[in-house]
Structure formats: structure tokens, C-alpha cells
């Protein structure tokens, strides 16, 4: 059916009120530190579960009206300093022809995961992002267009370790042990599979620019799970390939996207990081924010990283945390954010609190200056 937004074009986009969040990105003055959350379209919000009840998870995200509304949503109560386009990341193995279902309580399962390297020739090697993903290219377009110009809208994927190992372990894992077997026994074939989920990726994002996207943030959920020596050969390499490769591609139509990239628990990781191609290191909770602006050495802007946990503390006590942060990471080249995404039991007033505490405090900062 065609949906009346459906007509809508990737071109006329209103102007960008606050770029706060895209100068922070680049490492510019800015006059407040600015700030998101990563789950900010999120179950937390009684409004996303009034639209979300009842209807399949990835129906919604074919959507491009609802996955716009569910963007919008945090918008209309906080003063957030970007969007993120509501989606999931593992639309791209859908995209190569994989079964995946939402399963209440369980999260996202695969019920015929990738077994053996064989398995890998039953896989779309080559997907036409643009006939299997344009729907995230319509969500992408349509919210540019609605946001007003209010905030800048990121587009996002998973990287490709994280999706290689939901594609083996056919759901959440604490330890992805089906996923690692493949690394030690199999490390051909899981080049192979990475190779393919990178040139996937590389279109992908293109197409999230072109449809107006403007910031990309890369999710390298599972980075946690790899050691150093793993993470050198089977994530780092991908994660490097794709921030060039999109960069290259854009540099040819004289367009700049910065990029982020947001390895969970690879601290060990963070030097490299530093020097991969992307402008911006997301960091989880675990990681002192002082010490990471030493291990980058100013080489990117930083992205987070709260305890999301500290949002179930009083307000006071988040407005202390949120202080402390601020004074470790400074107010240049620091986008606020949790280090990792909200929980569904979070209280909204909190959140609220929290992007408060991020613009009173370094307005105050950058005043002091």
C-alpha cells in the first residue's frame, strides 16, 4: 500500500536549527555540551509502548510513518541535542535472507542460525540495499523532514562481529562461544562471512546518507567478548574498512558525515579506535573518562559514557554524577550520553534529569572559560 509519506524526497531538507551535537562530532566550540541517549526511542517511554503494543517488532521497523513517530517521541518531552532513526540492527541479516523474530522476553531469535561454513552459500552474498532496506532509507527521509531541523538525525548499523555472531548464536549470548568456535576453527570462513557483512554495511550506510542521514554511528555490541589478538584480526580490520570506504564514497560527491564507532567493553581496543577513520569513540561505563582522553591523545571527540544504572539514583545524586563526568571528559569534542542504552524499567523524569544536569553543568563550564 502506498503510504502518503512514501512520496516524500531526499532533498529540501528544513535547516538545522542546533548543530551542537554535529560540531562536538568534529571536535568544534560548542555552546552547550550536547546530548542523546542510545535507546532513546525505547520502552522506557509509556508512549512507545502505547504505539509498539500489539504489533510485530520488525512490521514496525518496515514502517517508515512509525519508525518516524517512535524517533520523534523523546523529542516532543526532552531537549535532546540529536536523533537517532529508530530501527534495528539486524535488519542486515534479514536483508541476506535470514529468518529473525522478535520473541517477547527473549529478544531477537534465529530460528535456523548459520551452523557450519557451508551454510554460508545458503546466504544473499549480494544484497541490493536499496530494494531490501529501503525502508530504512523512507524512515531516514521522512523523519529529516518532520524533525523540522530541530536536531541532526544519525543513522546507524550494527558492525560486523556483533551481526556475525547474532548470525551464529541465533539470539543473545553471554559468552557468543557458537560465534568464537567459528574464529578459532574456522577463521577462513569467518573472513569470508565478515567480508560480506562489510560491503553489505558500506552500501547500507551510503544509502542512510543519501536518504539524509546526517551523523552514522557503527555498534560493535560484542566487542566485549573478543580478546586483543581477536579483536586485531576479525573486528578492527572491518570496523577500519567500512569508516573508509563510506568516507572515500562520500568524499566523491563532496559530502562529510562524521562517524562513530561504539565498541562495548573493548578498552583495549581504544588506542586503535582512536585512530580508525572515525571521528567520534563511543565508550561504555567502564572505561575513566580522563584516562580516555589520554589513550586517544585529542585524536577524536568522545562519546558517553554514564552508568545507565545511575539513572535509577535521585536527581541530585545524577546531577553530582553528571558534574563529575563533564570535569573528566571536558567540554570540547565531548558529546554526553550513557554507556550503553536505557533499560525499559527507567523512570522518564530521570532521563529528563539527566539531559538537564549535561546543559546546566557545562553551560556553566563554558562560562567559567
Not at 153 to 182: N, V
Request: charged letters at 25%.
Amino acid at each position: 500500500i502506498m503510504d502518503k509519506d512514501d512520496l516524500i524526497l531526499p532533498k529540501d531538507f528544513p535547516k538545522l536549527k542546533n548543530d551542537a551535537f554535529l560540531l562536538a562530532c568534529r571536535g568544534q566550540e560548542t555552546p552547550h555540551v550536547p546530548v542523546w541517549c542510545m535507546r532513546q526511542a525505547g520502552r522506557y517511554l509509556p508512549e512507545f509502548r502505547e504505539s509498539r503494543a500489539g504489533k510485530d517488532f520488525f512490521a514496525t521497523c518496515r514502517s517508515p510513518s512509525a519508525c518516524c513517530e517512535l524517533t520523534l517521541q523523546p523529542l516532543r518531552r526532552f531537549p535532546f541535542d540529536a536523533a537517532i532513526i529508530f530501527s534495528d540492527i539486524l535488519v542486515i541479516p534479514q536483508a541476506m535472507g535470514m529468518d529473525v523474530q522478535m520473541v517477547a522476553g527473549k529478544g531477537p531469535t534465529f530460528p535456523e542460525p548459520l551452523k557450519e561454513p557451508e551454510d554460508l552459500l545458503l546466504l544473499q552474498s549480494k544484497v541490493d540495499v536499496n530494494k531490501e532496506l529501503d525502508y530504512v532509507f523512507k524512515a531516514i527521509t521522512l523523519t529529516r523532514h518532520k524533525l523540522e531541523g530541530k536536531v541532526p538525525l544519525i543513522g546507524f548499523t550494527g558492525a560486523p562481529w556483533t551481526l556475525m555472531a547474532y548470525m551464529i548464536e541465533g539470539g543473545g549470548s553471554t559468552t557468543q562461544s557458537k560465534a568464537k568456535r567459528w574464529l578459532y576453527r574456522h577463521p577462513e570462513a569467518s573472513h569470508q562471512l565478515l567480508k560480506m557483512l562489510t560491503d553489505i554495511i558500506v552500501e547500507y550506510l551510503l544509502g542512510q546518507v543519501a536518504a539524509g542521514a546526517q551523523a552514522l554511528q557503527v555498534f560493535e555490541s560484542h566487542a566485549g567478548c573478543l580478546g586483543p589478538a581477536e579483536f586485531q584480526e576479525f573486528s578492527l580490520p572491518y570496523l577500519r574498512d567500512i569508516a573508509r570506504k563510506v568516507k572515500d564514497q562520500l568524499k566523491e560527491s563532496g559530502q562529510d558525515v562524521p562517524m562513530i564507532v561504539f565498541a562495548k567493553d573493548g578498552h583495549y581496543g581504544l588506542e586503535d579506535l582512536s585512530q580508525s577513520h572515525y571521528e567520534v569513540v563511543g565508550l561504555d561505563w567502564t572505561i575513566d573518562p580522563r584516562s580516555a582522553r589520554e589513550r586517544t591523545g585529542g585524536k577524536v571527540s568522545l562519546q558517553g559514557n554514564m552508568d545507565p544504572c545511575a539513572l535509577y539514583a535521585p536527581k541530585e545524586r545524577i546531577y553530582e554524577i553528571v558534574k563529575k563526568m563533564l570535569e573528566g571528559f571536558g567540554t570540547r569534542g565531548y558529546i554526553a550520553n550513557l554507556g550503553h542504552g536505557l533499560y525499559p524499567d527507567m523512570d522518564p523524569e530521570n532521563v529528563g534529569a539527566f539531559v538537564e544536569a549535561v546543559h546546566a553543568h557545562s553551560r556553566h563550564l563554558l562560562n567559567l572559560k
